[in-house]
Protein backbone atom coordinates (compact mmCIF):
# COMPACT_ATOMS: atom_id res chain seq x y z
CA UNK A 1 0.00 0.00 0.00
CA UNK A 2 1.20 3.14 -0.95
CA UNK A 3 0.04 7.03 0.14
CA UNK A 4 0.90 9.91 -1.52
CA UNK A 5 1.27 13.42 0.58
CA UNK A 6 0.80 16.46 -1.74
CA UNK A 7 1.38 19.51 0.09
CA UNK A 8 -0.28 23.05 -0.93
CA UNK A 9 -0.02 26.55 0.28
CA UNK A 10 -1.86 28.26 -2.96
CA UNK A 11 -4.61 27.56 -5.37
CA UNK A 12 -2.37 28.06 -8.11
CA UNK A 13 0.26 25.21 -6.50
CA UNK A 14 -3.01 23.02 -6.29
CA UNK A 15 -4.16 23.53 -10.05
CA UNK A 16 -0.16 22.75 -10.93
CA UNK A 17 -0.57 19.43 -8.80
CA UNK A 18 -4.53 18.60 -10.39
CA UNK A 19 -2.25 18.90 -14.39
CA UNK A 20 0.40 16.71 -12.87
CA UNK A 21 -2.05 14.06 -11.73
CA UNK A 22 -4.22 14.63 -14.57
CA UNK A 23 -0.89 13.19 -16.71
CA UNK A 24 0.20 10.54 -15.07
CA UNK A 25 3.48 12.83 -13.13
CA UNK A 26 2.89 10.40 -10.72
CA UNK A 27 2.66 6.38 -10.85
CA UNK A 28 -0.84 5.46 -9.02
CA UNK A 29 -0.89 5.39 -5.58
CA UNK A 30 -3.81 3.13 -2.50
CA UNK A 31 -4.11 6.59 -1.54
CA UNK A 32 -3.90 10.38 -1.97
CA UNK A 33 -3.89 13.24 0.42
CA UNK A 34 -3.87 16.66 0.05
CA UNK A 35 -2.02 18.39 2.97
CA UNK A 36 -2.64 22.61 2.99
CA UNK A 37 -1.27 24.82 4.67
CA UNK A 38 -2.33 28.85 5.25
CA UNK A 39 1.44 30.26 5.64
CA UNK A 40 0.06 33.60 5.35
CA UNK A 41 1.39 36.07 8.53
CA UNK A 42 -1.67 35.71 10.52
CA UNK A 43 -3.27 32.96 9.45
CA UNK A 44 -6.41 33.29 11.64
CA UNK A 45 -7.57 36.31 9.39
CA UNK A 46 -6.31 35.08 5.82
CA UNK A 47 -8.35 32.26 3.63
CA UNK A 48 -6.50 28.86 3.44
CA UNK A 49 -6.58 27.18 0.08
CA UNK A 50 -9.23 25.20 0.65
CA UNK A 51 -11.40 28.37 1.40
CA UNK A 52 -10.48 29.65 -2.02
CA UNK A 53 -13.07 29.74 -4.74
CA UNK A 54 -12.71 27.07 -7.09
CA UNK A 55 -10.69 24.66 -5.09
CA UNK A 56 -14.01 22.38 -4.80
CA UNK A 57 -13.09 21.94 -8.63
CA UNK A 58 -9.52 20.59 -7.87
CA UNK A 59 -10.54 18.92 -4.73
CA UNK A 60 -11.50 15.35 -6.34
CA UNK A 61 -8.45 14.53 -7.53
CA UNK A 62 -7.51 13.94 -3.69
CA UNK A 63 -9.27 11.23 -1.49
CA UNK A 64 -8.90 13.78 1.64
CA UNK A 65 -8.06 16.85 2.40
CA UNK A 66 -6.25 17.56 5.99
CA UNK A 67 -4.47 20.98 7.46
CA UNK A 68 -1.60 21.29 8.73
CA UNK A 69 -1.99 24.28 10.70
CA UNK A 70 -4.25 22.71 12.97
CA UNK A 71 -2.00 19.88 12.89
CA UNK A 72 0.68 21.46 14.39
CA UNK A 73 -1.46 24.02 16.45
CA UNK A 74 -1.00 26.84 17.95
CA UNK A 75 2.33 26.76 15.93
CA UNK A 76 2.35 28.44 12.45
CA UNK A 77 3.44 26.40 9.94
CA UNK A 78 6.65 28.27 8.83
CA UNK A 79 8.16 28.72 12.00
CA UNK A 80 7.80 25.21 12.99
CA UNK A 81 9.80 22.42 12.59
CA UNK A 82 10.27 19.13 14.76
CA UNK A 83 13.58 18.47 16.79
CA UNK A 84 15.82 15.84 15.43
CA UNK A 85 15.35 13.51 18.71
CA UNK A 86 11.14 14.19 18.24
CA UNK A 87 11.17 12.88 14.79
CA UNK A 88 10.34 9.03 15.27
CA UNK A 89 7.34 9.85 17.58
CA UNK A 90 5.73 12.89 15.13
CA UNK A 91 5.96 10.18 12.19
CA UNK A 92 4.40 7.85 15.02
CA UNK A 93 1.58 10.36 15.67
CA UNK A 94 1.06 11.55 11.88
CA UNK A 95 0.71 7.86 10.91
CA UNK A 96 -2.01 7.43 13.96
CA UNK A 97 -3.69 10.35 13.44
CA UNK A 98 -4.08 10.50 9.39
CA UNK A 99 -4.15 6.37 9.29
CA UNK A 100 -1.62 6.07 7.46
CA UNK A 101 -0.34 2.14 9.00
CA UNK A 102 2.44 0.67 7.64
CA UNK A 103 1.88 2.61 4.08
CA UNK A 104 5.03 3.69 2.06
CA UNK A 105 4.49 7.07 2.19
CA UNK A 106 5.63 9.03 -1.09
CA UNK A 107 5.92 13.20 -0.90
CA UNK A 108 5.51 16.11 -2.96
CA UNK A 109 5.95 19.57 -1.47
CA UNK A 110 7.06 23.04 -2.51
CA UNK A 111 9.64 25.07 -1.20
CA UNK A 112 11.90 22.20 -0.07
CA UNK A 113 14.06 24.89 1.57
CA UNK A 114 12.14 26.20 4.30
CA UNK A 115 9.60 24.77 6.78
CA UNK A 116 6.70 23.74 6.70
CA UNK A 117 8.18 21.29 3.45
CA UNK A 118 11.50 20.85 4.91
CA UNK A 119 9.85 20.27 8.74
CA UNK A 120 7.48 17.59 6.69
CA UNK A 121 10.05 15.89 4.31
CA UNK A 122 12.31 15.81 7.38
CA UNK A 123 9.21 13.68 9.58
CA UNK A 124 8.74 11.08 7.08
CA UNK A 125 12.60 10.23 6.86
CA UNK A 126 12.33 7.20 4.66
CA UNK A 127 9.82 8.94 1.53
CA UNK A 128 10.94 9.84 -1.59
CA UNK A 129 10.09 13.70 -2.76
CA UNK A 130 8.93 15.10 -5.35
CA UNK A 131 9.53 19.02 -5.20
CA UNK A 132 7.20 20.97 -7.39
CA UNK A 133 7.09 24.85 -8.28
CA UNK A 134 4.29 27.13 -8.82
CA UNK A 135 6.57 29.97 -10.01
CA UNK A 136 9.80 31.84 -11.35
CA UNK A 137 11.62 30.88 -8.25
CA UNK A 138 12.49 27.39 -9.49
CA UNK A 139 14.72 29.05 -12.49
CA UNK A 140 17.02 30.23 -9.35
CA UNK A 141 19.55 28.62 -7.09
CA UNK A 142 18.45 26.50 -3.84
CA UNK A 143 18.30 29.77 -1.66
CA UNK A 144 20.70 27.64 1.38
CA UNK A 145 21.88 24.25 2.16
CA UNK A 146 19.98 21.28 1.84
CA UNK A 147 20.62 18.86 4.76
CA UNK A 148 21.66 15.85 2.78
CA UNK A 149 19.48 12.99 4.37
CA UNK A 150 16.84 15.55 2.64
CA UNK A 151 18.05 16.37 -0.81
CA UNK A 152 19.34 13.08 -1.53
CA UNK A 153 15.52 11.99 -1.43
CA UNK A 154 14.68 14.14 -4.02
CA UNK A 155 14.58 12.45 -7.21
CA UNK A 156 12.92 15.21 -9.02
CA UNK A 157 11.25 18.88 -10.06
CA UNK A 158 7.94 19.31 -11.30
CA UNK A 159 7.56 22.55 -12.73
CA UNK A 160 5.55 24.94 -15.46
CA UNK A 161 7.05 26.11 -18.76
CA UNK A 162 6.98 29.48 -18.10
CA UNK A 163 9.69 30.59 -19.22
CA UNK A 164 9.96 27.75 -22.58
CA UNK A 165 14.30 26.58 -23.05
CA UNK A 166 14.98 28.13 -19.47
CA UNK A 167 16.24 25.27 -17.71
CA UNK A 168 15.70 25.29 -13.76
CA UNK A 169 19.00 25.56 -11.26
CA UNK A 170 16.80 25.21 -8.57
CA UNK A 171 18.04 21.36 -6.79
CA UNK A 172 20.68 20.31 -9.30
CA UNK A 173 23.56 20.47 -6.89
CA UNK A 174 21.69 17.13 -6.06
CA UNK A 175 21.85 16.38 -9.76
CA UNK A 176 17.83 16.31 -9.53
CA UNK A 177 16.58 16.26 -12.73
CA UNK A 178 13.50 18.80 -14.41
CA UNK A 179 10.44 17.71 -15.66
CA UNK A 180 7.93 20.10 -17.27
CA UNK A 181 4.23 20.29 -16.16
CA UNK A 182 2.71 19.95 -19.69
CA UNK A 183 1.18 23.26 -20.50
CA UNK A 184 -1.68 22.13 -22.33
CA UNK A 185 -2.86 20.25 -18.87
CA UNK A 186 -2.45 23.33 -16.57
CA UNK A 187 -4.47 25.86 -18.95
CA UNK A 188 -7.34 22.99 -19.13
CA UNK A 189 -7.41 22.53 -15.65
CA UNK A 190 -7.81 26.53 -15.12
CA UNK A 191 -10.46 26.45 -17.38
CA UNK A 192 -11.87 24.48 -14.77
CA UNK A 193 -12.22 27.33 -12.77
CA UNK A 194 -13.38 29.90 -15.21
CA UNK A 195 -16.72 30.28 -13.92
CA UNK A 196 -15.80 30.84 -9.95
CA UNK A 197 -15.98 33.87 -8.26
CA UNK A 198 -19.26 35.07 -9.21
CA UNK A 199 -19.21 38.44 -7.93
CA UNK A 200 -16.73 39.37 -10.68
CA UNK A 201 -17.92 42.24 -12.62
CA UNK A 202 -17.73 41.96 -16.04
CA UNK A 203 -15.41 43.92 -17.59
CA UNK A 204 -14.00 43.59 -21.20
CA UNK A 205 -10.72 44.08 -22.07
CA UNK A 206 -9.46 46.43 -19.53
CA UNK A 207 -5.95 47.14 -18.17
CA UNK A 208 -5.40 44.93 -15.17
CA UNK A 209 -2.84 45.56 -12.61
CA UNK A 210 -1.36 43.24 -10.29
CA UNK A 211 -0.41 43.85 -6.61
CA UNK A 212 1.43 41.54 -4.93
CA UNK A 213 1.63 42.96 -1.43
CA UNK A 214 5.57 43.50 -1.57
CA UNK A 215 5.69 45.36 1.79
CA UNK A 216 4.67 41.56 3.47
CA UNK A 217 7.97 41.04 2.72
CA UNK A 218 10.09 43.20 3.03
CA UNK A 219 11.29 44.30 0.02
CA UNK A 220 9.91 47.47 -0.69
CA UNK A 221 7.98 50.02 2.39
CA UNK A 222 4.14 50.33 2.45
CA UNK A 223 4.32 53.73 1.20
CA UNK A 224 6.53 52.68 -2.00
CA UNK A 225 4.53 49.80 -2.75
CA UNK A 226 1.34 52.29 -2.76
CA UNK A 227 3.38 54.33 -5.08
CA UNK A 228 4.34 51.71 -7.27
CA UNK A 229 0.64 50.95 -7.93
CA UNK A 230 0.41 54.64 -8.55
CA UNK A 231 2.60 54.38 -11.20
CA UNK A 232 1.25 50.98 -12.59
CA UNK A 233 -1.99 53.13 -13.13
CA UNK A 234 -0.66 55.91 -14.78
CA UNK A 235 1.46 54.24 -17.03
CA UNK A 236 -1.88 52.43 -18.29
CA UNK A 237 -3.46 55.23 -18.79
CA UNK A 238 -0.35 57.19 -20.81
CA UNK A 239 -0.58 53.89 -22.89
CA UNK A 240 -4.65 55.01 -23.78
CA UNK A 241 -6.61 52.89 -21.39
CA UNK A 242 -9.91 54.22 -19.81
CA UNK A 243 -11.11 51.23 -18.03
CA UNK A 244 -8.66 49.88 -15.27
CA UNK A 245 -8.95 46.63 -12.95
CA UNK A 246 -6.87 46.22 -9.92
CA UNK A 247 -6.41 42.72 -8.22
CA UNK A 248 -4.76 43.24 -4.95
CA UNK A 249 -2.45 40.51 -3.32
CA UNK A 250 -5.50 39.34 -1.05
CA UNK A 251 -3.56 39.71 2.50
CA UNK A 252 -3.40 43.51 1.25
CA UNK A 253 -4.67 46.14 3.34
CA UNK A 254 -7.63 47.80 2.03
CA UNK A 255 -6.64 51.38 2.63
CA UNK A 256 -4.26 50.96 -0.51
CA UNK A 257 -6.99 50.55 -2.83
CA UNK A 258 -8.46 53.85 -1.52
CA UNK A 259 -5.29 55.65 -2.25
CA UNK A 260 -5.41 54.01 -6.28
CA UNK A 261 -8.93 55.08 -6.28
CA UNK A 262 -8.08 59.23 -5.62
CA UNK A 263 -5.61 58.67 -8.41
CA UNK A 264 -8.15 57.05 -10.82
CA UNK A 265 -11.05 59.93 -10.39
CA UNK A 266 -8.39 62.72 -10.72
CA UNK A 267 -7.56 60.87 -13.89
CA UNK A 268 -10.85 60.57 -14.78
CA UNK A 269 -10.39 56.69 -15.22
CA UNK A 270 -12.83 53.91 -14.42
CA UNK A 271 -11.15 52.18 -11.93
CA UNK A 272 -12.54 48.68 -10.05
CA UNK A 273 -10.92 47.06 -7.43
CA UNK A 274 -12.05 43.42 -7.28
CA UNK A 275 -12.45 42.20 -3.82
CA UNK A 276 -12.88 38.52 -4.62
CA UNK A 277 -9.86 36.86 -3.99
CA UNK A 278 -9.38 34.92 -7.57
CA UNK A 279 -6.23 33.49 -9.58
CA UNK A 280 -5.27 36.05 -12.16
CA UNK A 281 -5.59 33.65 -14.64
CA UNK A 282 -9.10 33.74 -14.15
CA UNK A 283 -9.89 36.94 -15.40
CA UNK A 284 -7.35 36.59 -18.00
CA UNK A 285 -10.11 34.12 -19.31
CA UNK A 286 -13.29 36.10 -18.13
CA UNK A 287 -12.04 39.45 -19.16
CA UNK A 288 -9.45 38.95 -21.37
CA UNK A 289 -7.27 42.08 -20.63
CA UNK A 290 -6.27 44.71 -23.38
CA UNK A 291 -2.56 45.04 -21.01
CA UNK A 292 -1.47 43.33 -18.13
CA UNK A 293 0.95 44.91 -15.50
CA UNK A 294 2.68 44.26 -12.67
CA UNK A 295 6.42 43.54 -11.36
CA UNK A 296 7.25 40.60 -11.10
CA UNK A 297 4.57 38.35 -10.43
CA UNK A 298 4.54 35.00 -12.11
CA UNK A 299 1.39 35.98 -13.55
CA UNK A 300 3.08 38.26 -16.17
CA UNK A 301 4.55 35.11 -17.30
CA UNK A 302 1.62 32.92 -17.46
CA UNK A 303 -0.53 35.80 -19.15
CA UNK A 304 2.25 35.83 -21.65
CA UNK A 305 3.17 32.03 -22.10
CA UNK A 306 -0.19 30.64 -21.38
CA UNK A 307 -2.57 32.88 -22.59
CA UNK A 308 -1.12 35.30 -25.29
CA UNK A 309 -1.69 38.22 -23.56
CA UNK A 310 0.26 42.04 -23.64
CA UNK A 311 2.15 42.26 -20.55
CA UNK A 312 4.32 45.17 -19.25
CA UNK A 313 6.35 45.27 -16.42
CA UNK A 314 7.29 48.13 -13.77
CA UNK A 315 9.56 48.62 -10.62
CA UNK A 316 12.38 45.72 -11.88
CA UNK A 317 14.81 48.18 -12.14
CA UNK A 318 14.14 49.69 -8.11
CA UNK A 319 13.69 46.12 -7.06
CA UNK A 320 17.20 44.83 -8.51
CA UNK A 321 18.34 47.25 -6.72
CA UNK A 322 17.31 46.86 -2.92
CA UNK A 323 16.71 43.61 -2.68
CA UNK A 324 18.77 42.74 0.05
CA UNK A 325 20.61 40.51 0.84
CA UNK A 326 22.28 39.89 -2.99
CA UNK A 327 20.91 35.75 -2.22
CA UNK A 328 17.23 37.13 -1.63
CA UNK A 329 15.52 34.42 -3.68
CA UNK A 330 13.40 36.67 -5.20
CA UNK A 331 16.17 38.31 -7.32
CA UNK A 332 16.14 35.47 -10.12
CA UNK A 333 12.23 36.09 -10.63
CA UNK A 334 13.12 40.01 -10.97
CA UNK A 335 15.74 39.52 -13.15
CA UNK A 336 13.85 37.46 -15.60
CA UNK A 337 10.93 39.60 -15.74
CA UNK A 338 13.21 42.46 -16.03
CA UNK A 339 15.45 40.99 -18.87
CA UNK A 340 12.48 39.68 -20.70
CA UNK A 341 9.29 41.85 -20.52
CA UNK A 342 8.53 45.52 -22.10
CA UNK A 343 8.94 48.55 -19.33
CA UNK A 344 5.35 50.05 -19.35
CA UNK A 345 6.71 53.63 -20.51
CA UNK A 346 8.12 52.21 -22.91
CA UNK A 347 5.49 52.44 -25.56
CA UNK A 348 7.44 50.90 -28.48
CA UNK A 349 8.46 47.72 -26.45
CA UNK A 350 4.88 47.48 -25.25
CA UNK A 351 3.09 47.08 -28.09
CA UNK A 352 5.35 45.05 -30.00
CA UNK A 353 5.79 42.96 -27.11
CA UNK A 354 9.05 41.31 -28.55
CA UNK A 355 11.40 39.48 -25.70
CA UNK A 356 14.34 41.70 -24.83
CA UNK A 357 16.84 38.82 -24.37
CA UNK A 358 16.97 35.88 -26.05
CA UNK A 359 16.43 32.42 -24.13
CA UNK A 360 20.14 31.22 -24.33
CA UNK A 361 20.96 34.44 -23.17
CA UNK A 362 19.17 34.65 -20.74
CA UNK A 363 20.07 31.22 -19.49
CA UNK A 364 23.35 32.85 -19.24
CA UNK A 365 22.48 35.37 -17.13
CA UNK A 366 20.52 33.32 -14.63
CA UNK A 367 23.33 30.96 -13.81
CA UNK A 368 26.06 34.19 -13.59
CA UNK A 369 23.34 35.41 -11.48
CA UNK A 370 22.48 32.05 -9.62
CA UNK A 371 26.62 31.16 -9.11
CA UNK A 372 26.91 35.08 -7.71
CA UNK A 373 23.86 34.38 -5.47
CA UNK A 374 25.27 30.89 -4.18
CA UNK A 375 28.76 30.18 -4.69
CA UNK A 376 29.41 28.13 -2.52
CA UNK A 377 26.02 25.85 -3.53
CA UNK A 378 26.66 26.01 -7.09
CA UNK A 379 30.55 26.23 -7.66
CA UNK A 380 30.79 24.36 -10.84
CA UNK A 381 29.22 27.29 -12.39
CA UNK A 382 32.34 29.63 -11.80
CA UNK A 383 33.04 29.43 -15.32
CA UNK A 384 29.74 29.94 -16.80
CA UNK A 385 29.44 33.06 -14.71
CA UNK A 386 33.33 34.57 -15.25
CA UNK A 387 32.53 34.01 -19.01
CA UNK A 388 29.15 35.82 -19.10
CA UNK A 389 30.86 38.70 -16.88
CA UNK A 390 33.58 38.79 -19.28
CA UNK A 391 31.60 39.31 -22.68
CA UNK A 392 28.31 40.88 -21.58
CA UNK A 393 28.51 42.37 -18.77
CA UNK A 394 27.70 46.65 -19.69
CA UNK A 395 25.64 48.99 -18.41
CA UNK A 396 22.43 47.62 -19.06
CA UNK A 397 23.43 44.21 -17.63
CA UNK A 398 25.35 46.06 -14.66
CA UNK A 399 21.96 46.16 -12.97
CA UNK A 400 21.72 42.67 -12.15
CA UNK A 401 24.86 42.41 -9.94
CA UNK A 402 26.24 44.70 -7.37
CA UNK A 403 30.31 45.62 -7.91
CA UNK A 404 30.94 44.57 -4.38
CA UNK A 405 29.43 41.10 -4.77
CA UNK A 406 31.76 40.72 -7.88
CA UNK A 407 34.87 41.90 -6.01
CA UNK A 408 34.11 39.54 -2.40
CA UNK A 409 34.14 36.32 -5.48
CA UNK A 410 37.09 37.95 -7.36
CA UNK A 411 34.66 38.00 -10.92
CA UNK A 412 34.85 40.45 -13.74
CA UNK A 413 33.31 43.40 -13.23
CA UNK A 414 34.04 43.90 -9.50
CA UNK A 415 36.52 46.91 -7.96
CA UNK A 416 40.31 46.44 -9.13
CA UNK A 417 42.68 44.91 -6.84
CA UNK A 418 44.49 48.10 -6.35
CA UNK A 419 41.53 50.01 -5.11
CA UNK A 420 39.63 47.31 -3.28
CA UNK A 421 40.42 49.16 0.17
CA UNK A 422 37.59 51.80 -1.16
CA UNK A 423 34.60 49.81 0.17
CA UNK A 424 36.72 49.13 3.59
CA UNK A 425 37.45 52.65 4.01
CA UNK A 426 35.46 54.70 6.84
CA UNK A 427 36.23 57.77 5.48
CA UNK A 428 35.07 56.72 2.18
CA UNK A 429 31.82 55.44 3.07
CA UNK A 430 31.02 58.10 4.84
CA UNK A 431 31.54 60.80 1.69
CA UNK A 432 29.26 58.02 0.32
CA UNK A 433 26.57 57.79 2.40
CA UNK A 434 26.34 61.96 2.47
CA UNK A 435 26.20 61.82 -1.45
CA UNK A 436 23.44 59.14 -1.70
CA UNK A 437 21.19 61.14 0.97
CA UNK A 438 21.99 64.51 -0.99
CA UNK A 439 21.13 62.85 -4.42
CA UNK A 440 17.96 62.00 -2.41
CA UNK A 441 16.95 65.05 -1.25
CA UNK A 442 17.61 66.36 -4.44
CA UNK A 443 15.29 63.57 -6.28
Not at 111 to 122: E, F, K, R, T
Not at 181 to 188: E, G, H, R, S, Y
Not at 360 to 375: E, H, I, K, P, T
Request: glycine share 8%; charged share 25%; proline share 7%.
Amino acid sequence: MTTQIFMASTLYGTATLAAALDTECFRPASRRILLVSNNAATPETSPGVDEMPGFERLRGRFDEVVSWNETVSPFHPGGWAPRLDDVPLWERHLRLAWGLGDDDVELAVESIQVNPALGVAQIFTGAPVTVYADGLMSYGPTRNKIDPLVGTRIDRLLHLDLVPGLKPLLLTEFGVEAEIVPTDAFVKVLAELVDTGDTLPAIEEPALLLGQYLSALGILTAEEEEALHVRMLKGAVELGHTRVVFKPHPSAPARWSRGLEKEAQRLGVDLTVLDTPVLAEVLYQRMRPALVVGCFSTALLTASALYGLPVARIGTETLLEQLAPYENSNRVPVTIVDALLPELGDRGAVESQRPRMTVADLNRLVRAVGYAMQSKIYPELRAAAESYLTKRLNERTLRYFKRRRLTSLGLPGGIPVQLAFIPRNATVRRVARRARSLKRALG
